[in-house]
Nanobody, 126 residues
Framework: QVQLVESGGGLVQAVGSLNISCVASGHTFSAYASTWFRQAPGKEREFVAGISGSGSGHRIYYADSVKGRFAVSRDNNKNTMYLQMRWLKPEDTADYYC?????????????????WGQGTQVTVAS
């Protein structure tokens, strides 16, 4: 079955950097869209960044709130998606989730994603 496992979360000071990863298994990784979402305490889960599947050209897209600070990438040979986070702010504090869309389009909606990881916690101290 499809599994997604995030890692790399932790505590970081504001304006610092952190890299998180998502290792996928059980599906044709390159064909699926892979997306990062996050959920802060008391808030709804929100889109962060994503890469569409091979059929959609591995297009990359970002939420406005992280554009210019975060970089998403994927290594299809390692079945891994990465999120490099720079210039972190306290408002970036959240649980970060990796999600996959078997159709390959992805996008900013949670409803289009079939599979989810358990999340990794990122805390940015001011």
């Amino acid at each position: 079955q499809v599994q997604l496992v995030e890692s790399g979360g932790g505590l970081v000071q504001a304006v610092g950097s952190l890299n998180i990863s998502c290792v996928a298994s059980g599906h044709t990784f390159s064909a699926y869209a892979s997306t990062w979402f996050r959920q802060a305490p008391g808030k709804e889960r929100e889109f962060v960044a994503g890469i569409s599947g091979s059929g959609s050209g591995h297009r990359i897209y970002y939420a406005d709130s992280v554009k210019g600070r975060f970089a998403v990438s994927r290594d299809n040979n390692k079945n891994t998606m990465y999120l490099q986070m720079r210039w972190l702010k306290p408002e970036d504090t959240a649980d970060y989730y990796c999600a996959a869309d078997s159709v390959g389009v992805g996008g900013p909606l949670t409803s289009t994603h079939d599979y989810w990881g358990q999340g990794t916690q990122v805390t940015v101290a001011s």
